[in-house]
């Protein structure tokens, strides 16, 4: 009877823990590194380096619009004053860019699924975990 109620106790546990892990999806990088293919054309997250967008190395936490010798868009400059990317803010902005930073420069249309914007989140935060 007492091992009985142990491993009542335990599937419990294990229940209640899944159900906390379902609630936030929590980002893959590895799986952000794929998403991350539909920004390669413009953004390399590896290197310091600007391609037709400016580079999204150390871009989680970093202020908006401050990429020296990138030109950016009358908007996204006004619309950046005083912010930074944290998690929100990015979540927000590549759902649609271009509702959110109207008259940007940045061609894409938005990703439409939260968790691949979660993934991509993580990605971006640490790219070398998806090696
Ligand atoms: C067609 C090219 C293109 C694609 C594709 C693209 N971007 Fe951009 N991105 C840009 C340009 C250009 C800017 C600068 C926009 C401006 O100044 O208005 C930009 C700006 C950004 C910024 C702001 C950076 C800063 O320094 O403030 C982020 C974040 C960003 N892009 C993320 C992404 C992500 C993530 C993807 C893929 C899901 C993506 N972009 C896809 C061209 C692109």
């Given at each position: 009877m007492k091992r009985c109620l142990r491993l009542f106790s335990a599937a419990l546990i294990a229940t209640?823990?899944?159900a906390?892990?379902?609630l936030a999806h929590a980002g893959d990088a590895k799986k952000?590194?794929?998403v991350f293919k539909k920004c390669q054309a413009c953004h390399t997250a590896t290197e310091a380096k600007n391609r037709v967008g400016p580079t999204l190395q150390g871009v989680v936490g970093?202020?908006?619009a401050v990429v020296e010798k990138f030109k950016y868009s009358k908007a996204m400059k006004e619309f950046g004053?005083?912010?930074t990317w944290d998690e929100t803010l990015l979540a927000t902005?590549?759902?649609t860019p271009r509702d959110i930073v109207k008259g940007t420069t940045m061609a894409f249309a938005g990703l439409k699924k939260p968790e691949d914007i979660a993934d991509?989140?993580?990605y971006?935060?640490?790219p070398a975990a998806a090696n």
């Amino acid at each position: 009877m007492k091992r009985c109620l142990r491993l009542f106790s335990a599937a419990l546990i294990a229940t209640a823990s899944l159900a906390t892990a379902g609630l936030a999806h929590a980002g893959d990088a590895k799986k952000g590194a794929i998403v991350f293919k539909k920004c390669q054309a413009c953004h390399t997250a590896t290197e310091a380096k600007n391609r037709v967008g400016p580079t999204l190395q150390g871009v989680v936490g970093r202020q908006v619009a401050v990429v020296e010798k990138f030109k950016y868009s009358k908007a996204m400059k006004e619309f950046g004053a005083g912010k930074t990317w944290d998690e929100t803010l990015l979540a927000t902005y590549l759902a649609t860019p271009r509702d959110i930073v109207k008259g940007t420069t940045m061609a894409f249309a938005g990703l439409k699924k939260p968790e691949d914007i979660a993934d991509i989140i993580a990605y971006l935060q640490d790219p070398a975990a998806a090696n």
